[in-house]
């Protein structure tokens, strides 16, 4: 029989953000996989776990893939971890694990932290319908088309953005979406966590001119233009009315 392919989310900051579940599997398995095993060391070695370790990250993941699938189909049990939170949220476990599938492997997630939810939960903002943009496009042209496409959006829209890019982005909302409600989020769990939420022109203040680090994760309003909604309210009631007198 084939091994089991744990997805095993780790600490996206404070390293008690674990479950025990994690930790033991973490302890049972032949292998872990590692996008950086330095980084995934400190945590090992933080909760006593001597498992061996190998890399698996997006520049060696055609190679890589193989050998993990032989190892897996051969007996094996292999914990696929990023350096935080949740493998496959913009990162390269999405190809391992389509393999995985075509092999028959059996893939087992183990939950636990991920920046996108953690962000909306103390955004202050809709929770009930959300959708999740990760990291834009670094060239203008792709990244305007991508903010035209979400300017009509009515649903909470989440961000993962870096320190050098973070007031631009807000520019950009500013500019494309309007003077929104957003939560940036910096530096989650960690020691230096930061939330600053507001309307786009008074979050931007916070952080322009500021020499910032860390990792962001931004969470946006969706469309509240009133008129519009109306327009399409209207539009909606017209073609209802039309019906009904057309059935009549």
Known sequence: ???????????????????????RLLKEVTLIAAEDTRHTKKLLTHYEIDTHLTSYHDFNKEEKAPVLISRLQAGESIALVVDAGTPTVSDPGYFLINQAILAGITITPIPGATAVIAALSVSGLPSDRFIFEGFLPRKKGARAKRMMALESEPRTVIFYESPYRIVSLLEEIRSFLGNRRVAVCREITKKFEEIARGEVETVLQTFKGRKILGEFTLVVEGMRDHKKQEEVDEGAWEAQEEHDIQEL
Request: charged letters at 15%; glycine letters at 8%; a negative charge.
């Open 1 to 23: 029989m084939s091994g089991t392919l744990y997805i095993i989310s780790t600490p996206i900051g404070n390293l008690e953000d674990i479950s025990f579940r994690a930790i």
